[in-house]
């Protein structure tokens, strides 16, 4: 074939198209491409020069066969979940490599006749490093924690860092990327040495854990990339379109082809067959390079331009520990380990699980050292541990074997809560406290912002339903996909508490027709060990306001909407905390304000009847009143509280039944300016309004 496509970034694989017949495709090359070669024209030239050479070289007569090793890092980055794979799968994806590459896989005798005799040996092999860079043993994987492995891109590249890509291949095994199982670069030496290589999905490495046999063969599609290879149908993101017949992927051997998404072999797409059995093709039975592939493929491996070259020569392979004869010695252990919860209530166990790597472990011994917990130390692999005193606790972990010791450390590691103290049902919530999150006079009253990109949950004075304050997120300038949170403090319920009832004001525009913002609303009462979702907006749903605001959304009164949050199960606990998940995707401002917490007790209860119960006006003025029904003879209590939880009046009667209304100023004659809660109580129905002075 004649044309190569100028394309530095490898096409996406979609998880279920490359190996599936129903499931849609994505692709981002064209558009990668284009700006990357708009930042930086040179990567155009440098791979024109190296399709001149490797037209050269298809034409040498005395090309070489020689065995070319490659050294080989895969770096998983992870949240210790199912993405942190084992190195017995990493392992079992170099098998599949090695027989891909060298066309010992047994599947080869399954080809289709008219291509088996140009199904070809590419005479390379990959090997796991056996020297990091600076000459330390290694068994060639790196783990690293990151919540950038969902969704992942380049960014993720630099949580843990390329090893030189002179010396090895590097790969990075993620949880997901997004719209794709992988992608890779094609060669250029000037495509940043921080990026070259090969980012994919840990279900499409190797064919065991969380791998499999329809899926192992991702790899080698990216790899055949990552050495200049094309798809069959050439200069096209988009197989099956009838146009692709009149474009190609620069090798003489593979037919042209529309390119195929289904095993159809007999394919005659571009009026000859079609090798729909081609690796670098999407159906999901390929099993072959051809002769013309091979050629290619070890030309980028041997031309300067490409930048690779030096991967596969002897100094390389003897300063890697790749090269033929070498024995490696025993490395020391990397000590890590997770734990079962991150969250727990005093008193509660978790279980801690050994996690460490890069090295012999058969004969290795385990110390634990738990801070705060009981036991406190521990020689066993995977030790249960309780914890009975609330408290932010720290745990070590030493791992010896017979080279030496590693350690790791995890600081504030576990958090346990007493779940008896923080704030007290009926609870409303304001942001009125300039600290916040903080709470300076009690930390049980404190809130958690969990930041997961530049704008977080904050608090301003620019909105309010009521007060002087309330919480946003500018949901625009974050990453699309950050996830941003904010948990309030521990709320206690009385013990009989009969039914509990949430609810909020939220404020949100969208800032374009495609915003799709995501706020998702989530309680506990296990002190965080688990959430469970209650509520969940997105998008147009979420909006508060018809209006698209393209500027800064900054609420009217108007614009606010009270939401009610389904309690379930939740309504008989004795305590919870809530948890605002949002997650940006291009929209504006969203703001929060007025959480409530109202709770029915079973004191004095007329047939679950909640009586009737209004303040007005808010803010306060002289005539603000006290509106509220009285079912049955009752002790009716109002008592008002300044933030602090200092108490500034109570009002206290036994009534009869009826309608009352009396003025706020029979509690207190004389109210400070600023914001108050008023804590009503009728019947054993309780319920608490926020109240603003602002004279």
């Known amino acids: 074939m004649k044309n190569l496509i100028f394309c530095t970034l490898a096409i996406f694989l979609s998880i279920n198209l490359l190996y599936s017949q129903n499931e849609g495709f994505s692709c981002s090359s064209a558009e990668r491409n284009r700006i990357l070669e708009e930042n930086n024209p040179l990567i155009k030239a440098d791979r024109e020069k190296l399709e001149i050479e490797t037209q050269n070289h298809l034409n040498n007569p005395n090309k070489s066969d020689v065995l070319h090793i490659v050294p080989i890092v895969f770096h ?25 590459f ?3 896989n047994n599947d080869t005798s399954s080809i289709v006749a008219a291509f088996k005799s140009i199904a070809a040996d590419s005479k390379v092999e990959f090997r796991l490093a056996k020297k990091d860079p600076n000459g330390n043993c290694t068994e060639g994987i790196t783990r690293v924690y990151s919540l950038l492995t969902d969704d992942a891109d380049d960014d993720a590249k630099y949580e843990d860092p390329a090893w030189p890509r002179n010396k090895y291949l590097n790969v990075w095994v993620v949880k997901s990327v997004s719209g794709a199982a992988g992608y890779a670069y094609y060669p250029s030496t000037w495509t940043s040495a921080e990026i070259d290589g090969i980012i994919i999905n840990h279900q499409y490495i190797g064919s065991i854990g969380t791998g499999s046999t329809t899926r192992s063969r991702a790899l080698t599609h990216e790899i055949g990339h990552y050495l200049n290879l094309s798809h069959p149908w050439g200069n096209s993101n988009d197989p099956g379109l009838a146009d692709n017949c009149n474009d190609d992927d620069g090798v003489s051997d593979t037919p042209n082809t529309i390119g195929w998404t289904t095993c159809t072999l007999a394919g005659t797409s571009c009026g000859s067959l079609d090798n729909v059995q081609n690796f670098m093709e999407y159906s999901y039975c ?31 392979l003897i300063a890697t520990g790749t090269n033929d ?51 406190a130390t521990s020689t066993e692999l995977n030790p249960t541990v309780t914890y009975v005193n609330a408290g932010n606790f720290n745990t070590t972990l030493s791992v010896t074997n017979q080279t030496g010791t590693g350690q790791a450390t995890k600081n504030s590691i576990l958090s346990v809560f007493d779940k008896s103290l923080g704030e007290q049902a009926p609870f409303n919530y304001g942001f009125e406290n300039s600290s916040f999150p903080n709470n300076t006079i009690d930390a049980n009253k404190s809130w958690e912002v969990i930041q997961g990109d530049l704008y977080p949950f904050q608090r301003t004075t620019s909105a309010f339903t009521s007060g002087s304050a309330s919480v946003r997120i500018r949901n625009y300038g974050n990453v699309d996909g950050t996830l941003n949170s904010l948990i309030s403090p521990n709320i206690v319920m009385p013990q009989n508490t009969v039914s509990v009832s949430l609810t909020f004001k939220v404020a949100y525009a969208k800032k374009t027709t495609t915003s799709a913002d995501n706020l998702k609303v989530y309680l506990t009462s296990d002190c965080g060990k688990t959430w469970s979702l209650r509520y969940s907006r997105s998008g147009t749903t979420l909006s508060s306001t018809a209006s698209i605001i393209s500027g800064t959304f900054v609420p009217t009164s108007t614009q606010w909407r009270e939401e009610t949050v389904s309690m379930g199960s939740f309504a008989d606990s004795t305590n919870l905390k809530i948890k605002f998940d949002m997650t940006s995707n291009g929209g504006n401002y969203l703001y929060i304000d007025d959480i409530n917490i109202s709770i029915v007790t079973s004191d004095n209860l007329l047939e679950n009847h909640e009586p009737y119960i209004d303040v007005f006006p808010n803010p306060i003025t002289e005539n603000t009143k006290i509106s509220y029904s009285v079912y049955k003879n009752s002790d009716v209590q109002f008592s008002l509280t300044d933030l602090t939880g200092r108490t500034l009046g109570v009002y206290s009667e036994e009534q009869t039944v009826g309608n009352y209304t009396f003025n706020l100023n029979e509690i207190v004659t004389e109210i400070p300016n600023g914001v108050y809660i008023l804590t009503t109580n009728i019947s054993g129905f309780k319920k608490s309004f926020r109240l603003t002075n602002a004279k």
């Open 76 to 100: 998983i980055i992870h949240k210790y979940g199912s993405e942190n794979i084992s190195k017995a799968q990493i392992e079992d994806q170099v098998r599949i490599l090695n027989e891909d």
């Open 102 to 104: 060298r066309k010992l």
């Open 286 to 316: 390929t099993k072959m390079y051809t002769t013309g592939q091979k050629d290619r493929l070890r030309t980028a491996l041997e031309s300067t331009t490409a930048s690779r070259s030096s991967l596969w020569q002897t100094s390389n």
């Open 325 to 375: 004869g070498y024995v490696p010695t025993a490395c020391t252990p990397i000590a890590d380990f997770s734990i079962s919860h991150e969250n727990i209530c005093n008193g509660n166990v978790v279980q801690y699980s050994d996690l460490s790597y890069n090295g012999d472990l058969s004969q290795a011994t385990w110390l634990w050292t738990f801070q705060g917990g009981t036991p």
